[in-house]
């Protein structure tokens, strides 16, 4: 019996967490008459729900923002996405 214990560092981790970030939502194959289709990334689907949702609470669901406003939202969005996708890869 093998009682070893596999051991998985930081950067491992935070590398599954962006590989697995740049994998395809809704991927479609070629069907030979059409190119094949990605569709957005992990990464890029739990960044549009954050920044839906931030936006949300952070507005009271009306956007009068300015660009400097947005744009700190925006960082945001990609930076708890991130966050979940290294959480997730735990």
């Given at each position: 019996m093998n009682d070893k214990v596999e051991t998985v560092?930081?950067?491992e981790k935070l590398s599954s967490a962006e590989s697995?970030?740049?994998m395809p939502v809704h991927a479609v194959p070629s069907d030979g008459m059409h190119a094949p289709y990605d569709g957005i990334t992990k990464?890029?689907?739990f960044a549009i729900h954050m920044m839906a949702s931030i936006c949300t609470t952070h507005s009271?669901?009306?956007?009068?923002?300015?660009?400097?406003?947005l744009e700190y939202l925006s960082e945001k969005a990609v930076r708890s996405a991130d966050a979940l996708l290294k959480e997730l890869a735990k």
């Open positions: 560092s930081a950067d697995n970030g740049r990464r890029e689907l009271g669901g009306s956007i009068n923002a300015n660009d400097s406003d």
